[in-house]
Each structure stands twice: as C-alpha cells, then as structure tokens.
C-alpha cells in the first residue's frame, strides 16, 4: 500500500507547502471583509473557522469525491497521481481563487468576478452558464435521494405515499426552498458541520477497514500503471473529467463566494478553501483506494469494481461501506448517499440565487428580492424534478454535458485568477499552467466524448466497442491549450503597452 500512503503524505505535505505558496502570492492581508462590512444577516454572516471549512468542505463535496472517485478506479491507482496532483496543483489553486478573489470583489458570484477579468462578453457567457449548470445540480440532488429514500421506505416495508417519489421530492424542494431564502447561518451553518464530520469519519471508516482487513490490499501504481478499464477508455482525457470533485471541479467556483462572503478575515483563505480541498482529495483517494481493493480484476482489468458500478452510485457506495465497516458503514452510507447530495443541492439553488441578484443588480437583505428570485429558481427546478419524476421530462442526455461544462468552468476560472494575479503583478504561472492544463483537457474531452463531438468522429468495432479517435483529438487538444495560452499571454502584452503608452 506504499502507494496509497505516499499520495496520502504528499496531499497533506502540499497543503502546508504548495498551499501556502498560492497564498503568499495572492498576499492576504488584515483589510475588512464583505462579512464585516455588509453583513446583512442573510448572506453576509461571519462565521467561525471551523464551520467556515466544514460547510465548504460540503458545499463542494456531497457524494463528488466518492463516487466520481469510486468510478475514476476503473482506470486503476493511476488515478492516484490524477487525484494527488490534480488536488495539489489544480484543485486546491482554484477553489483558492475563486473563493479569494471574490472575497476581494465584495463577496460577487463568479461570473461576477470572471467578467471582471476577462470582460463582459464573458461575463455574460459564465452567468448564463452557472445559473443553467447550478440548477441542474440541484435538481439532480434533489430526484437522486428522493429516489434513494423510496427505496429505503420500500426495503424497510412500508407503503402508501411513503413509497412514492413524486411525495419526498416535493418535501425536498420545500426544505431547499426555506434553506435558499433564510439566513446561511439559520441552517447551512448550524447543520452542515455535523454532515461535514460524517464524511470525514465515512472516509476514516472506509480506510480502517481496508488497513484491518488482510483481504483486501491497495494496488501498487508501479505494478499496474497503465489503464485497467474494462472499456478500454483512454484515460486521457475521460479520466480526467470524471474525477472531477476529487481533483479539480468548476462547480466549486460557485460554491467559494458563499464562504467569502462569511469571512471574518482574508488569512482564513489557506485553511478555507485550499485546506477543503486538500481534504476533500484526501477522500477521495480512500474510496479511489476502496474500488482498487476491494474488487475482482479479471485478466489485468477491474470488471468487478464495474460490475458494482453498473448496479448504481448508491448501490457502491453502500456495497464499500458494509464490506469494510459492517452495520455501521451502512448506516453511514445511507447517511452519505441521502444527505450529501441534498447538502450541495440546496447550496447550489442558494448560489443559483446571488448569482441572479448579483447579475440583475437586486440587493438580497429584503424578503421582497429574494422571493423574486427563489419562487423562479425553484419554480424551474420543480418543473424539472416533478416533470422527471412523473416520466414527462428526461433530462439525462442534458445532464450528460455536466462532466464538460464542468470543467470547462474550471478552465474560465483558472484563466480569469491568472489575469487578475497578472494585473496584481504577481506570479501569474501559478494559475496559467493549470488552465492551460485544463484546456487541453475539457478540449480533448469534447472531441472524444460521445455525447459530443464523438459520435460523429470515433467508430464501432464489429462487436459494438468504441474506437476513439485520439490521434484527431490529442493533437487538437494540445494545439488549444497553446492557442489558449498565446491568447493570454498576447492580452498581457496589449495591456503593458497600453499602460506604457
């Protein structure tokens, strides 16, 4: 289990490191906050560190670093270095940023704080892209365990509406209504730590059981280095995109302003959002770890592992807690797989909202322009979640274009914290390796993916299996992240001589 264990160390030695690096060059100083200085009692709330890190740490987990992970381990403990580096040098970069220029911003959503940067047209682009892609994901953790809970009503044999889905989503998103329009502190920071701790200890858990049990061993990354996918997926760039929230996800720049704006001081920075995701990799590299160990491999592949995946996100989730900690793993997993995902539902139709009064200018300290804003967002949301529910909506093909967006949102961000530490006149490589990184990868993914360019560019074998056509899109790849950095490099150069001039 060297491997496992050397990951491990080099996560938590990049947290005090690499992570202390990123925030010297930001320079946090003892200037006021949004928190201090607006503080309106309902989004602008000062909070205590500690809760600060746990609510973040759920904010922009839920069941992301579980079971992307748990689906990353197809590819075998080569996700390991994808989860360690992408955390270290990737992940916990961008949520740093995001969170940190928008503490410096008064608190404004990313689009906001993205405009700022990189101008207006782009503005516009990532507003409409983070109100459409926050209220899908909060749709999808609202249909997810309203679905999980009927399963559970049935399987514990009750009856009746209890067993319905249409019954337990509506008191979902009656719950999201009230915890999107009241105070952050009301609910979120009072409840949201203890579900923090749960999915630490989940974790903890998790590891324990594999470490204590002599039949189950972590793979080495040396002995099985390349792909053990029983699919043949090319590991660039799908896995990539699919451990998202273990690695680096777009969808935590939406989550960062929500915690900037509950910042007593700038120097909570580091341990709030770098630290968060620093923990948050550190999860999932334990269930990365969980679906090498604990599953069949036939002929150099893990078919078990996709065997278990194929029965369903919650279905694995439960199978790796029962089989490493008995009763009590699988209490905690129905605690995981029901209240995680309602946990980033909420806080994501929350984010759909300050980002709509952020854009159309409405202050959110009265009842009035909040409920414009909540009846809307929530209005869209039910349609979506009741309509799916009932079998007259099938949004799954949208949804498909998640894994994508997502990263391409963390690309934006990464290029929009690079010219704002150019402006700064700070060390702007910091931000610009891993977005033109990024680049490369949410572009090869396009080319690659079925559910977008591949399905005119890859073919079939006579059996049925993809053929993906990776020497059209790695090349491509590359070619944009060099025209990506060009770009940026060339907009650096237009703004020094203009000052010059």
């Not at 300050?354 to 039910?382: E, F, H, M």
């Amino acid at each position: 289990m060297i491997s496992f264990l050397l990951c491990l160390a080099l996560l938590i030695i990049g947290y005090f490191v690499y992570g202390k690096i990123v925030d010297n060059t930001f320079g946090p100083d003892d200037r006021e906050t949004p928190a201090v200085r607006i503080n309106d009692g309902v989004d602008y709330v000062v909070m205590p560190q500690w809760k600060l890190f746990l609510v973040q740490l759920l904010n922009i987990a839920g069941l992301g670093p579980i079971f992307g992970a748990l689906q990353g381990a197809l590819w075998g403990p080569v996700v390991f270095l994808w989860i360690t580096f992408g955390t270290i040098f990737a992940g916990g970069v961008h949520d740093y940023f995001s969170g940190m220029m928008s503490e410096r911003n008064e608190g404004a959503s990313i689009a906001e704080v993205t405009g700022k940067y990189l101008g207006p047209v782009m503005q516009n682009i990532m507003r409409v892209f983070s109100v459409v892609l926050l209220i899908m994901v909060g749709t999808v953790f609202a249909v997810g365990p309203a679905g999980l809970i009927v399963t559970l009503c049935k399987n514990s044999g009750m009856s009746g509406v209890l067993t319905t889905t249409l019954f337990w989503l509506i008191i979902i998103l009656v719950y999201y209504f009230i915890a999107t329009f009241i105070s952050i502190d009301a609910i979120i920071g009072k409840i949201y730590p203890v579900f923090g701790i749960c999915l630490i200890i989940m974790a903890v858990g998790v590891i324990f059981g594999i470490f204590t049990n002599p039949a189950y061993t972590i793979p080495e990354l040396w002995d099985h280095f390349g792909s053990m996918h029983p699919s043949g997926t090319p590991i660039w760039s799908f896995m990539f995109i699919t451990v998202a929230c273990g690695a680096i996800s777009g969808f935590h720049s939406t989550q960062s302003p929500l915690m900037a704006r509950c910042m007593k001081s700038e120097k909570q920075g580091h341990f709030v959002f770098y630290g968060a995701m620093v923990c948050e990799g550190i999860i999932a590299l334990i269930w990365a770890a969980a679906g090498c160990s604990l599953y069949e491999v036939t002929g150099g592949l893990n078919t078990g592992l996709a065997a278990a995946l194929a029965e369903g996100q919650s279905a694995a989730i439960y199978d790796v807690c029962s089989k490493t900690m008995g009763g009590i793993g699988i209490a905690l997993a129905m605690i995981g797989v029901v209240i995680c995902p309602v946990t980033s539902g909420d806080t994501a139709f929350r984010s759909a909202r300050l980002t709509l009064a952020d854009w159309l200018k409405l202050d959110q300290d009265s009842y009035a322009n909040r409920l414009k804003l909540c009846v809307p967002v929530l209005g869209i949301g039910a349609f979506l979640g009741i309509g799916n529910a009932l079998g007259f909506i099938n949004y799954t093909v949208i949804w498909r274009y998640f894994s994508w967006t997502n990263q391409t949102l963390a690309m934006i961000v990464l290029w929009a914290a690079s010219m704002y530490l150019f402006k700064e006149k700070k060390n702007y490589w910091i931000t610009a390796v891993p977005a033109t990184f990024m680049s490369a990868v949410s572009c090869t993914y396009f080319v690659l993916a079925p559910e977008c360019l591949g399905g005119l560019l890859n073919s079939k074998t006579a059996e049925g299996a993809t053929i993906y056509n990776t020497a059209l899109a790695y090349p491509i790849g590359i070619i944009f992240a060099i025209a990506m950095l060009a770009i940026f490099l060339h907009a650096t150069k237009k703004t020094t001589a203009k000052k010059a001039a």
